[in-house]
Nanobody, 124 residues
Framework: QVQLVESGGGLVQPGGSLKLSCATS????????IAWYRQAPGKQRELVAV??????????DYADSVKGRFTISRDNAKRAVYLQMNSLKPEDTAVYYC???????????????WGQGTQVTVSS
């Protein structure tokens, strides 16, 4: 089991910055995806950014709408994942969720875990 707790959301003006944190506990496999998703009112949940850990190394990917503005990072020692959000826009307003997918290489089974979410509101 993996437990995820997000923090760092809040109200920020357009053009401002926020840093979201996701504290993790439990067993995270060596092969995994750790991601931030968001869900705005009336919209589907969408992938914002992901860090993928594979035997070949670590890679990151971002939604086109946040490229160049958001940065995902992880601190293994602190068991934390972060999302640095700069140049925020009103359309970034959403509940942001931390997500972990454990990948079992031997069977290719995957196990998904979600946090409870943290609200980000971008408004003047």
């Amino acid at each position: 089991q993996v437990q995820l707790v997000e923090s760092g959301g809040g109200l920020v003006q357009p053009g401002g910055s926020l840093k979201l944190s996701c504290a993790t506990s439990g067993s995270i496999f060596s092969i995994n995806d750790i991601a931030w998703y968001r869900q705005a009112p009336g919209k589907q949940r969408e992938l914002v950014a992901v860090i993928s850990s594979r035997t070949s190394g670590v890679d990151t990917d971002y939604a086109d709408s946040v490229k160049g503005r958001f940065t995902i990072s992880r601190d293994n020692a602190k068991r934390a994942v972060y999302l640095q959000m700069n140049s925020l826009k009103p359309e970034d307003t959403a509940v942001y969720y931390c997500h972990v997918r454990n990948i079992e290489i031997a069977t290719m089974l995957t196990y998904d875990y979600w946090g409870q979410g943290t609200q980000v509101t971008v408004s003047s």
